[in-house]
């Protein structure tokens, strides 16, 4: 495993199933211009609609969602194969709440022929430990999702019940956001 440091952006090789990979992140990603945000946000795009199963992986629709999951992201992670084509990404935000540091896991796409891969799994893994989290946030309808969560962390209903009001308030019923996918349905 190797690393660098470029514009503002940490490089480390990993390699997953006998394959090169680089990870790119930035923990400040929110600092950067909203020109740059909004190339990335178009550049992940069709990563995300072949996640979701789309047909049109540059639809109205697919943009307004990525562009709204990375552009306001705090951190971003990118990991691009040997072509330098991404093949999956983290947004996330980190905070301080109630004294416990909190990692957001805002969005997380992998592509299809990676999942079970262990990708991530790593990538989820290296983003805890260097944000020395406490608690882990994340609001899914997937059972990949809740599975991949239930690795690295103790699902807590009374936690749960806590960080809900205060990170996904609205629609919210106990722990669960009523309405929050369009018409009600997953996305996938």
Known sequence: MTS????????????????????????????????EKLILAEELTPLTGIGFLRNDLMSEELQEDVANHVVESQRLTVVRNNEKRPVAFIASEVANIDGQTVYHLGGIIIDPSLQGSGLAKTMLIDELLETKADILILRTQSKKMLGLASKLSTLDADLTLHFAKIIYPENLDGYINRGVYRNGHSLY
């Open 4 to 35: 660098t440091e470029k514009s503002g952006w940490q490089g480390k090789e990993i390699s997953i199933s006998g394959k090169s990979f680089t990870i790119e992140k930035s923990t400040e990603f929110k600092n950067k211009t909203k020109s």
